[in-house]
């Protein structure tokens, strides 16, 4: 099993519509998980990191986490063109540390 | 200058060859991290750095040779390179340290690396 899992996609959504990226990993004890963006060509860019089950918000974006589970999803609302990317979830499986380890991404495409 | 800096942001080299990627980062952190990220891969964590110390080595070829001078720079020496070395290679910094607090990575431009 890979530590982090995403589905590949390509996800695409109507422009205006919400867009649902889920996220899997397999390290019960991982502390804190994040959500980068990466255009084509580009390096990540950090959207989102949450560390409690629940919800985050922010903007437009809503991180969910389910521990027990062991799930993180990103909700984008209204989603634009300019959301079109691919989404990375990551997780630090230590809690004052430094062991991050990456998800293959999702591919979002937003059509206008 | 702000936020995570690297040079050069393209490279090509032959196999031979041996050339240095360089990283700086102006946001007072104290890790720093190179990445690989190949074209439909994860990225995947070479080595970590936290004040100055190695902490993490993900099984990296020795023709990858990483330095850290300080908490602000870091270098990733390449030499005798293979064509599948050809890769995005990805700098990151974070406020690292044990004593509390969590850890949220950001990332530079990166290098593209051909290698012929």
């Known amino acids: 099993q890979k530590e982090v899992e995403q589905n590949s996609g390509p996800l695409s959504v109507p422009e205006g519509a919400i867009a649902s990226l889920n996220c899997t990993y397999s390290?019960?004890?991982?502390?804190?998980f994040f959500w980068y963006r990466q255009y084509s060509g580009k390096s990540p860019e950090l959207i989102m990191f949450?560390?409690?089950?629940g919800d985050k918000e922010d903007g437009r974006f809503t991180a969910q986490l389910n521990k027990a589970s062991q799930y993180v999803s990103l909700l984008i609302r209204d989603s634009q063109p300019s959301d079109s990317a691919t989404y990375l979830c990551?997780?630090?499986?230590?809690?004052?540390?430094?062991?991050?380890?990456f998800g293959p991404g999702t591919r979002l495409s937003v059509l206008p | 200058e702000t936020g995570v800096t690297q040079t050069p942001r393209h490279l090509v080299m032959g196999m031979t060859n041996k050339k240095s990627l360089k990283c700086e980062q102006h946001?007072?952190?104290?890790?720093m991290y190179w990445y690989k990220q190949s074209a439909k891969k994860p990225l995947e964590l070479m080595f970590v750095?936290?004040?100055?110390?190695?902490?993490e080595n993900n099984s990296v070829p020795s023709r990858f040779s990483p330095e850290c001078p300080n908490s602000s720079h870091l270098f990733l020496h390449l030499h005798t390179l293979q064509p599948e070395d050809s890769a995005l290679y990805l700098c990151?910094?974070?406020?690292?340290?044990?004593?509390?607090?969590?850890?949220?990575?950001?990332f530079g431009p990166g290098t593209r690396l051909l290698v012929l």
């Open positions: 990551a997780v630090n499986k230590e809690n004052y540390g430094q062991n991050f380890v």
């Open positions: 946001l007072g952190h104290n890790a």
């Open positions: 990151a910094s974070s406020q690292g340290g044990t004593a509390g607090g969590q850890e949220t990575q950001y």
């Open positions: 390290d019960r004890g991982s502390q804190s």
């Open positions: 949450i560390y409690s089950n």
């Open positions: 750095y936290n004040f100055k110390e190695q902490t």
